[in-house]
């Protein structure tokens, strides 16, 4: 329907009415532009999941489109492998990045910086910021050597955060001019 007020009573109706046969429409909602109805899909599929219906939901996340982020909560108990998460880290959906990165975190595994490199190149400057404090935690030459490498990002909010983060790991205070940070190092 295009009130999205219906497909959101109908997301509440199929929970409380369950039939498998409503799962492919309940997939698409997932990808809807009204936050309820995506969230009412998700919550509804959640409730219903098979462990037959996890490639189904892999594949969504895989595709990288609008219902992404929603797949991957409805995936948020499921064991990825430490490649799949880092492959997420390409993701141009802001929240999937992030739940990948969680669930590493959540494993206590430690990113390499090779790993890291995804999410430090990611189109979405959001993405790329959550790479910055474990590249800095990494700490070694090769960490710093990226960080000042990032000094020459376009956006200017995410260069102030990896001045921040070379301040954090240096004790150093340089400025903004990338020229004076890659002299110094």
Same mark, same amino acid.
């Given at each position: ?67 992404? #982020?929603? $797949? *991957?909560?409805? +995936? %948020? /108990?499921? @064991? ?11 993701? &141009?959906?802001?929240?999937?990045? #992030?739940? $990948? *990165?969680?669930? +590493? %975190? /959540?494993? @206590? ?11 430090? &190149? ?64």
């Amino acid at each position: 329907d295009a009130d999205a007020r219906i497909r959101w009573y109908a997301c509440q109706t199929a929970r409380l009415y369950w039939d498998a046969a409503f799962a492919p429409r309940l997939r698409e909602l997932l990808g809807d532009e009204d936050d309820r109805v995506r969230s009412y899909a998700r919550d509804c599929l959640g409730e219903h999941l098979a462990e037959s219906q996890i490639p189904v939901y892999r594949k969504i996340v895989e595709e990288d489109g609008p219902a992404a #982020s929603e $797949a *991957f909560n409805l +995936l %948020r /108990d499921y @064991k990825f492998s430490r490649e799949q998460l880092v492959h997420f880290f390409s993701s &141009t959906n802001v929240s999937v990045v #992030s739940t $990948a *990165f969680l669930h +590493l %975190r /959540d494993q @206590k595994l430690n990113l390499k910086l090779n790993e890291l490199e995804p999410i430090l &190149t990611n189109s979405q400057v959001e993405a790329r910021m959550i790479g910055l404090r474990p590249l800095a935690l990494i700490g070694n030459k090769e960490a710093v050597d990226r960080l000042v490498a990032l000094l020459h990002d376009p956006n200017e909010v995410f260069r102030w955060m990896v001045r921040a983060r070379l301040h954090w790991l240096t004790g150093q205070s340089l400025g903004s001019d990338p020229a004076a940070w890659e002299k110094w190092w």
